[in-house]
């Protein structure tokens, strides 16, 4: 037994090693897209990120930043801790297999074999190394998430409630679930999702310390579903809840400072935890009194009048009434694991700490009770229906009163008012079609093929199909079974699918799989596992629940809470911005135990068949080259982010458009947190105040916009901050006045921001509200200052408009909206305003016909254009050399040229906007005569950006304008290249489609139009240009297509 717990030691580590070498050889050396930027930036300064805060990931990732040499070495070493945790997590998966794998072949009493060692750690390799390439961890283990360590917390904590297991006679056995609640404490700060272990936990303990029934570990697993609900709702957010009504009491109604009731009710929980657990000890009856009259003096505040009475009465009921034998024991032990679940969760500190120091990311501001009461409840993202609530057209009758709300004010607490609950005409238990969102709406109908009102049979069917099947099975598949590409699909036969590699089996759910085009099979998430790892983990699966019964329930509940459970929980709504398969990691975690287990019924049937050592060997072997080395080897490539860029250099690309101390607006977390990044964390442009448009409406991130950040004086706002605070002018409807011409920016600003009774109307309802007179808007141009703050090129100062006029989309304006405005109105002849190009359309507020592109951003300039974008359609001009010395000496492209680096989903969707630009900048220069420059932009386009597509669409407008202009430049042989290569994608594409029958090519008639209009083009440009070969091979091929897609060409 000695050798078996060296060599079980020993192995845990080397799959630490052989892990966190693979993720650090695959390490993205920079921010990556997402949460990444945010989170970097976050550590480096310890400041503030989004909802719910991540405090202890933020603390770990700053010390490992101090290892980095320079700034732009910050994000590697953050990247790193990932890496170190996730590779943490396998060592700890191996042990977790070894363990479990050991009660299945092992009679405790009798001497270990050679063959069942060899058997048992080759179990744990196996199912070690299976995780450690599956694709969803492997995706978070190299950038800066906090997933990877979250999933270390859970990893951590599972062993240790099988170490207690081991255990579990021995006098101190019970210190391992003091320290499982100290993790649990601690996890808090990464990560909810360790929370979900629980209730797999509880049936650890139960089936050690009590003979196991039925009836018996149903109760076990609804005890634990308590505890879940009580860490999760009442120590979490309860806590703060109650002291935030403590700290309402005695600011408002004793005139004490703010944090003066956070203190007191600190001293009252502490009080109360010290007082249990000397009771718990001594058994002093005057201790139990004194929690008791301490926990109803809490619950008086946090529960109101009433809600204290009765607790109360509860309490008192129960003390000298009913009078329990309490077990001291049990008391002592959920004393201190409560006491240690909160000294973890007192990472939390650091988010008070550093809100009130006002870091530059200081999101929510949750330096007092009740503003960081709603960023740990993530009030910003609203809330979704769970038990009850409507379809997605019922209609909304009214609403009613919640619990009032409050916000900080000079002195004391603000009253916001009352949340509002929606009542609703209709409401259904378990409501999955809810949301009355009209691209949500329209997707469930599309989804379940609604054409009248929806039945309880669409909801449960839209749950099973879309949020079962969709958004869990599927991505279960992608690790365990094969994955199509990395594209985000909808329910497409070709974005996003899970597969197999086995064409016949795929070809059942996809259509045909003989005639894939390039966009599948040269996609390097072509990712083909043919079952192995599934079919493993099955074999696994089925032999714990044969051979130990007790186990397979732990791991099942593991499973079924980390998946499952959390579909249940979030309903999510479709077309969710990104894929979300993340959240599912620890039910990947548990099926590979089933993996490595499997290893083991294999070792069995061969030793039934040959010799004990042999069959082990044989076994051990076979497995790792069926699963980890086939998935290793078929998602290295789409995993290795190592020398990649993009997220960084274009968000470099961003701030360089702009001109000195610019404005920029941006809307995005993908336009936004990558820049963040670059002025936090690499020093990148920091005079540039970046003004997120999103965030504009909420108070905490307008009053941030006035206060300097980095090297960016502080934003002109004209509105005082109590104007603009929670619950105030949150949305200004249009109570069109007739007014005649435009009126003043400014003056309207002024207007609507006016608490007088004149510059308000009256509501249906008597209400007094303020009100935008009309969507006629102009800023009277301070020419002077235009020309004294460069605002524009002075080779254009004769085009300088006397006022900017335009109208506003849109009946009224949201906070954001106004708060933009207002801001524009303020600043716009003391600094450079931009829109970045990636901002919807309709939060340009109609000024695009004033713009001038400069890169990666629109400057709101004083100057009228005429002319259109051809390529997004937008008005504007464009300050030819400005963009030509961007695009030619500023801006990086993130080594999208190497063709070594993976160009994930954004990169690949950002390529659009990338050669968007150059072909904007060559149009221009072709139509001022430029022709070398324009073929010099052109080339590096190409050079730079190589062509990638996967769907035939605008994105490939770009591409078809640089063959014309290489034609208009005279260069036929460039032209020509272009052309064969956009064709060769189109009719690659279009045969696939062909190929896949009807119905399912039907569904592709947009796509399938499109494409044949660009092949048809493609034959004029070709023929107009006197390409006459060319041109017969295209009208060929044209021809053809049309043959072949009458039918879909029709509809």
Same mark, same amino acid.
């Given at each position: 037994?000695?050798?078996?717990?060296?060599?079980?030691? +020993? &192995?845990?580590?080397? %799959?630490? !090693?052989?892990?966190?070498?693979? #993720?650090?050889?695959?390490? $993205?050396?920079? =921010? /990556?897209?997402?949460?990444?930027?945010?989170?970097?930036?976050?550590?480096?300064?310890?400041?503030?990120?989004?909802?719910?805060?991540?405090?202890?990931?933020?603390?770990?990732?700053?010390?490992?930043?101090?290892?980095?040499?320079?700034?732009?070495?910050?994000?590697?070493?953050?990247?790193?801790?990932?890496?170190?945790?996730?590779?943490?997590?396998?060592?700890? +998966? &191996?042990?977790?297999? %070894?363990? !479990?794998?050991?009660?299945?072949? #092992?009679?405790?009493?009798? $001497?270990?074999? =050679? /063959?069942?060692?060899?058997?048992?750690?080759?179990?744990?390799?196996?199912?070690?190394?299976?995780?450690?390439?599956?694709?969803?961890?492997?995706?978070?283990?190299?950038?800066?998430?906090?997933?990877?360590?979250?999933?270390?917390?859970?990893?951590?904590?599972?062993?240790?409630?099988?170490?207690?297991?081991?255990?579990?006679?021995?006098?101190?056995?019970?210190?391992?679930?003091?320290?499982?609640?100290? !993790?649990?404490?601690?996890?808090?700060?990464?990560?909810?999702?360790?929370?979900?272990?629980?209730?797999?936990?509880?049936?650890?303990?139960?089936?050690?310390?009590?003979?196991?029934?039925?009836?018996?570990?149903?109760?076990?697993?609804?005890?634990?579903?308590?505890?879940?609900?009580?860490?999760?709702?009442?120590?979490?957010?309860?806590?703060?809840?109650?002291?935030?009504?403590?700290?309402?009491?005695?600011?408002?109604?004793?005139?004490?400072?703010?944090?003066?009731?956070?203190?007191?009710?600190?001293?009252?929980?502490?009080?109360?935890?010290?007082?249990?657990?000397?009771?718990?000890?001594?058994?002093?009856?005057?201790?139990?009194?004194?929690?008791?009259?301490?926990?109803?003096?809490?619950?008086?505040?946090?529960?109101?009048?009433?809600?204290?009475?009765?607790?109360?009465?509860?309490?008192?009921?129960?003390?000298?009434?009913?009078?329990?034998?309490?077990?001291?024991?049990?008391?002592?032990?959920?004393?201190?694991?409560?006491?240690?679940i909160m000294i973890g969760y007192g990472s939390f500190a650091m988010i008070v700490i550093r809100a009130k120091a006002n870091p530059n990311l200081n999101n929510n501001d949750p330096s007092n009770a009740y503003s960081f009461l709603s960023y740990l409840n993530r009030e910003q993202y609203g809330d979704r229906p769970l038990a009850f609530g409507p379809y997605f057209n019922t209609e909304m009758t009214g609403q009613d009163k919640g619990e009032m709300q409050y916000?900080?004010?000079?002195?004391?607490?603000?009253?916001?008012?009352?949340?509002?609950?929606?009542?609703?005409?209709?409401?259904?238990?378990?409501?999955?079609?809810?949301?009355?969102?009209?691209?949500?709406?329209?997707?469930?109908?599309?989804?379940?093929?609604?054409?009248?009102?929806?039945?309880?049979?669409?909801?449960?069917?839209?749950?099973?199909?879309?949020?079962?099947?969709?958004?869990?099975?599927?991505?279960?598949?992608?690790?365990?079974?094969?994955?199509?590409?990395?594209?985000?699909?909808?329910?497409?036969?070709?974005?996003?699918?899970?597969?197999?590699?086995?064409?016949?089996?795929?070809?059942?759910?996809?259509?045909?799989?003989?005639?894939?085009?390039?966009?599948?099979?040269?996609?390097?998430?072509?990712?083909?596992?043919?079952?192995?790892?599934?079919?493993?983990?099955?074999?696994?699966?089925?032999?714990?629940?044969?051979?130990?019964?007790?186990?397979?329930?732990?791991?099942?509940?593991?499973?079924?809470?980390?998946?499952?459970?959390?579909?249940?929980?979030?309903?999510?709504?479709?077309?969710?911005?990104?894929?979300?398969?993340?959240?599912?990691?620890?039910?990947?975690?548990?099926?590979?135990?089933?993996?490595?287990?499997?290893?083991?019924?294999?070792?069995?049937?061969?030793?039934?068949?040959?010799?004990?050592?042999?069959?082990?060997?044989?076994?051990?072997?076979?497995?790792?080259?069926?699963?980890?080395?086939?998935?290793?080897?078929?998602?290295?490539?789409?995993?290795?982010?190592?020398?990649?860029?993009?997220?960084?250099?274009?968000?470099?690309?961003?701030?360089?458009?702009?001109?000195?101390?610019?404005?920029?607006?941006?809307?995005?977390?993908?336009?936004?947190?990558?820049?963040?990044?670059?002025?936090?964390?690499?020093?990148?442009?920091?005079?540039?105040?970046?003004?997120?448009?999103?965030?504009?409406?909420?108070?905490?991130?307008?009053?941030?916009?006035?206060?300097?950040?980095?090297?960016?004086?502080?934003?002109?706002?004209?509105?005082?901050?109590?104007?603009?605070?929670?619950?105030?002018?949150?949305?200004?409807?249009?109570?069109?006045?007739?007014?005649?011409?435009?009126?003043?920016?400014?003056?309207?600003?002024?207007?609507?921001?006016?608490?007088?009774?004149?510059?308000?109307?009256?509501?249906?309802?008597?209400?007094?509200?303020?009100?935008?007179?009309?969507?006629?808007?102009?800023?009277?141009?301070?020419?002077?200052?235009?020309?004294?703050?460069?605002?524009?090129?002075?080779?254009?100062?004769?085009?300088?408009?006397?006022?900017?006029?335009?109208?506003?989309?849109?009946?009224?304006?949201?906070?954001?909206?106004?708060?933009?405005?207002?801001?524009?109105?303020?600043?716009?002849?003391?600094?450079?305003?931009?829109?970045?190009?990636?901002?919807?359309?309709?939060?340009?507020?109609?000024?695009?016909?004033?713009?001038?592109?400069?890169?990666?951003?629109?400057?709101?300039?004083?100057?009228?254009?005429?002319?259109?974008?051809?390529?997004?359609?937008?008005?504007?001009?464009?300050?030819?050399?400005?963009?030509?010395?961007?695009?030619?000496?500023?801006?990086?492209?993130?080594?999208?040229?190497?063709?070594?680096?993976?160009?994930?989903?954004?990169?690949?969707?950002?390529?659009?906007?990338?050669?968007?630009?150059?072909?904007?900048?060559?149009?221009?220069?072709?139509?001022?005569?430029?022709?070398?420059?324009?073929?010099?932009?052109?080339?590096?386009?190409?050079?730079?950006?190589?062509?990638?597509?996967?769907?035939?669409?605008?994105?490939?407008?770009?591409?078809?304008?640089?063959?014309?202009?290489?034609?208009?430049?005279?260069?036929?042989?460039?032209?020509?290249?272009?052309?064969?290569?956009?064709?060769?994608?189109?009719?690659?594409?279009?045969?696939?489609?062909?190929?896949?029958?009807?119905?399912?090519?039907?569904?592709?008639?947009?796509?399938?139009?499109?494409?044949?209009?660009?092949?048809?083009?493609?034959?004029?440009?070709?023929?107009?240009?006197?390409?006459?070969?060319?041109?017969?091979?295209?009208?060929?091929?044209?021809?053809?297509?049309?043959?072949?897609?009458?039918?879909?060409?029709?509809?």
């Amino acid at each position: 037994m000695t050798n078996y717990t060296r060599l079980n030691n +020993l &192995f845990g580590w080397v %799959t630490f !090693l052989i892990a966190t070498t693979v #993720y650090t050889l695959t390490l $993205e050396p920079t =921010g /990556s897209f997402w949460d990444c930027g945010e989170f970097i930036s976050s550590a480096y300064k310890l400041q503030v990120c989004h909802q719910p805060g991540a405090p202890l990931f933020l603390m770990i990732s700053k010390v490992l930043s101090l290892f980095a040499s320079d700034r732009s070495q910050i994000a590697w070493w953050t990247n790193f801790g990932s890496a170190l945790s996730s590779g943490a997590t396998i060592m700890f +998966l &191996f042990w977790s297999i %070894t363990h !479990l794998a050991k009660k299945l072949i #092992y009679n405790n009493g009798t $001497e270990i074999s =050679g /063959s069942q060692v060899f058997a048992i750690i080759g179990a744990g390799i196996v199912g070690a190394l299976a995780y450690t390439f599956s694709d969803t961890f492997w995706f978070s283990a190299v950038e800066s998430e906090v997933y990877a360590m979250s999933s270390l917390c859970t990893a951590i904590v599972f062993w240790a409630i099988l170490k207690w297991e081991d255990e579990a006679g021995e006098k101190s056995a019970d210190r391992w679930l003091v320290f499982i609640a100290y !993790l649990m404490g601690l996890s808090i700060g990464v990560h909810l999702l360790n929370l979900l272990t629980i209730p797999a936990l509880g049936l650890v303990y139960y089936f050690k310390k009590y003979q196991a029934t039925t009836k018996g570990a149903i109760s076990a697993f609804l005890i634990s579903c308590v505890i879940l609900v009580f860490v999760q709702y009442g120590l979490i957010p309860g806590t703060i809840s109650f002291a935030a009504k403590f700290d309402l009491f005695f600011v408002n109604s004793l005139g004490m400072s703010f944090g003066s009731g956070v203190i007191v009710f600190g001293l009252l929980f502490l009080s109360l935890l010290i007082s249990l657990l000397l009771y718990s000890i001594n058994q002093n009856k005057n201790l139990l009194y004194f929690a008791a009259a301490n926990l109803v003096i809490q619950l008086f505040f946090g529960w109101g009048i009433l809600g204290g009475l009765l607790s109360a009465l509860v309490i008192g009921f129960i003390l000298f009434y009913w009078k329990p034998t309490i077990n001291q024991y049990i008391l002592n032990t959920a004393v201190l694991c409560t006491m240690f679940i909160m000294i973890g969760y007192g990472s939390f500190a650091m988010i008070v700490i550093r809100a009130k120091a006002n870091p530059n990311l200081n999101n929510n501001d949750p330096s007092n009770a009740y503003s960081f009461l709603s960023y740990l409840n993530r009030e910003q993202y609203g809330d979704r229906p769970l038990a009850f609530g409507p379809y997605f057209n019922t209609e909304m009758t009214g609403q009613d009163k919640g619990e009032m709300q409050y916000r900080k004010g000079a002195t004391k607490y603000e009253e916001i008012g009352a949340k509002p609950v929606a009542k609703y005409a209709k409401s259904i238990p378990f409501p999955r079609i809810y949301s009355d969102d009209p691209n949500h709406a329209q997707f469930y109908k599309s989804w379940m093929g609604i054409s009248g009102e929806p039945t309880y049979a669409d909801n449960i069917g839209f749950f099973i199909g879309y949020q079962v099947n969709y958004m869990y099975f599927r991505y279960f598949m992608w690790n365990f079974a094969g994955r199509q590409n990395d594209v985000q699909g909808a329910g497409s036969v070709h974005e996003g699918n899970w597969i197999s590699g086995i064409k016949p089996l795929d070809a059942w759910r996809l259509g045909n799989q003989n005639n894939l085009p390039a966009s599948i099979t040269e996609n390097k998430a072509y990712n083909r596992l043919y079952f192995l790892p599934l079919i493993l983990g099955l074999i696994g699966l089925f032999f714990q629940y044969k051979r130990n019964l007790k186990d397979f329930s732990v791991v099942f509940l593991l499973f079924f809470m980390t998946g499952l459970a959390i579909v249940l929980y979030l309903n999510q709504t479709p077309l969710q911005p990104r894929e979300r398969d993340y959240a599912y990691v620890g039910s990947f975690y548990a099926f590979a135990i089933w993996i490595g287990l499997g290893v083991l019924a294999i070792y069995e049937f061969l030793s039934k068949k040959m010799n004990l050592m042999a069959s082990a060997g044989i076994a051990t072997v076979l497995c790792l080259v069926a699963v980890p080395y086939v998935m290793a080897k078929e998602e290295w490539d789409d995993h290795d982010r190592s020398n990649r860029y993009t997220s960084r250099d274009l968000a470099a690309n961003y701030l360089n458009s702009c001109a000195p101390n610019a404005l920029i607006f941006t809307y995005g977390d993908n336009d936004t947190y990558p820049l963040w990044y670059c002025q936090e964390v690499e020093n990148i442009r920091p005079d540039v105040r970046i003004v997120n448009l999103s965030l504009l409406g909420t108070d905490w991130y307008g009053r941030q916009m006035k206060e300097k950040m980095n090297e960016s004086a502080p934003v002109k706002i004209s509105m005082a901050n109590e104007k603009f605070a929670a619950g105030i002018r949150d949305y200004t409807p249009l109570f069109d006045q007739s007014m005649q011409g435009n009126a003043e920016l400014k003056e309207v600003v002024d207007f609507i921001g006016s608490d007088s009774q004149e510059a308000k109307a009256q509501t249906q309802g008597g209400e007094f509200i303020n009100y935008l007179p009309t969507k006629n808007m102009k800023i009277t141009v301070d020419k002077n200052a235009v020309i004294a703050n460069k605002v524009i090129n002075p080779s254009e100062y004769d085009k300088i408009v006397q006022s900017i006029n335009w109208t506003l989309p849109g009946n009224g304006l949201y906070k954001n909206d106004l708060l933009a405005l207002d801001i524009i109105a303020n600043n716009i002849w003391e600094r450079p305003i931009y829109f970045a190009i990636t901002v919807p359309d309709r939060n340009f507020y109609g000024l695009e016909k004033y713009f001038q592109n400069e890169g990666f951003a629109y400057r709101l300039t004083p100057v009228l254009s005429d002319s259109t974008d051809a390529i997004l359609g937008r008005e504007g001009s464009i300050d030819v050399d400005v963009l030509y010395n961007n695009i030619h000496n500023k801006f990086k492209w993130g080594n999208y040229n190497t063709g070594k680096i993976y160009v994930d989903p954004e990169s690949s969707r950002m390529t659009t906007t990338c050669k968007s630009t150059f072909t904007i900048l060559a149009q221009s220069l072709l139509n001022k005569g430029k022709i070398d420059s324009c073929v010099k932009t052109l080339d590096k386009m190409n050079a730079s950006i190589p062509f990638m597509s996967n769907q035939i669409g605008y994105n490939l407008i770009p591409d078809l304008m640089t063959a014309d202009l290489y034609f208009k430049c005279n260069q036929p042989q460039k032209a020509i290249k272009q052309v064969e290569m956009i064709n060769s994608f189109i009719t690659n594409q279009l045969n696939y489609y062909h190929s896949l029958g009807m119905p399912r090519m039907g569904r592709f008639g947009e796509e399938v139009n499109f494409g044949l209009s660009l092949v048809s083009e493609l034959a004029g440009m070709a023929e107009r240009n006197k390409q006459s070969a060319l041109t017969q091979k295209l009208k060929t091929e044209l021809q053809s297509l049309e043959t072949k897609f009458g039918s879909v060409m029709q509809q």
